[in-house]
């Protein structure tokens, strides 16, 4: 009887897969019902005319209606959408370059070491979509002057006395207006660089000292220590923060894109919101196939 006994009971395995689903059980269900439900939903939605009466939302399947509005006569969303991608292209290399630059040099061994690290992960602890603006001066929740005061800081035009200095002159407009934007943005490009430092970090710990011995042994410069050997153990995580990179601008509280969206949804325009909504993702899905695509053959994998 113990031998049949112990023949119905669960495997070790069985119990293991058990223990993993009832793991990861709430997980499932708030997945279904906070994300898969309504994702559906905002699907059904942008193919219908949507009214909103007491107690129940009426839908009328539109066909593509809802699209051709966004694309075609809503005054903001190409324009906003053309402004988001244009501005993602330039600021997505410039957040990598310095995001790797400072993790460099966070990596070397200096008094203060661990206060510098931490400044520049501040960001990372309170990078909501509220404070940002604040400090950035677009957004004053108190009323007073003191954010927009604080954001002149970041604005004044250094750069331009800079180059007349250096006796730069004679750029085009579109130059000198890439520089101006790059210039403003400063602030930004520093505040969205906190998680991508971070994995540079743990990517430039994870170098064995005896590459950099054999460097030296070699008389490898720092410039050919870096492109030898920093730059190809980097390369992977230069992806992985460029996909990041490019999915944190598509989804930044400043988005001009995402605020018309919003912006529909509190008007009751479900309809038209959803269907931006999923043109937008389908923009982002693009251009991370794009980059994945592009990125990953300048990658360098230490197993191949």
């Known amino acids: ?74 005054q903001y969303y190409t324009e906003y959408l053309e402004e988001t991608l ?92 890439l ?11 520093v505040w969205s660089s906190g998680i991508q430092i971070i994995l540079f970090l743990a990517a430039l710990q994870n170098i064995p000292s005896s590459a950099r011995e054999a460097a030296e042994v070699e008389g490898a410069t720092a410039w050919e220590y870096f492109w030898k050997i920093t730059f190809p153990y980097v390369s992977p995580f230069i992806l992985a923060n460029f996909i990041y990179t490019v999915i944190d601008s598509f989804t930044s509280p400043m988005n001009k894109v995402m605020n018309r969206i919003l912006d529909l949804k509190s008007q009751w325009a479900f309809g038209e919101a959803s269907a931006m909504a999923w043109l937008y993702f389908a923009v982002v899905l693009a251009a991370v196939g794009i980059v994945t695509f592009a990125v990953n053959r300048l990658v360098f994998y230490e197993n191949e």
């Open 86 to 177: 244009i501005e993602t292209l330039w600021k997505t290399p410039l957040i990598l370059i310095f995001s790797l630059f400072i993790a460099v040099v966070l990596n070397q061994k200096f008094r203060g070491r661990v206060f510098a690290r931490a400044v520049f992960f501040l960001p990372v602890i309170i990078a909501t979509g509220p404070v940002f603006r604040i400090i950035s001066g677009d957004m004053d929740t108190t009323g007073n002057v003191g954010a927009s005061q604080f954001s002149t800081m970041f604005s004044t035009d250094l750069v331009g006395e800079l180059m007349e200095f250096l006796g730069i002159y004679g750029l085009s407009d579109n130059m000198n207006s």
């Open 179 to 189: 520089i101006s934007s790059i210039a403003d943005n400063i602030f930004g490009i």
């Open 1 to 74: 009887m113990a031998k049949k006994a112990k023949g119905r009971g669960m495997s070790y395995e069985k119990r293991k897969a058990l223990y993993g689903y009832g793991f990861i059980s709430l997980w499932l269900v708030g997945t279904v019902i906070f994300f898969l439900i309504p994702l559906i939903q905002s699907l059904c939605y942008s193919f219908s005319e949507v009214t909103v009466s007491p107690g129940e939302i009426k839908l009328s399947f539109a066909g593509f209606q809802k699209y051709i509005y966004a694309l075609g006569t809503d």
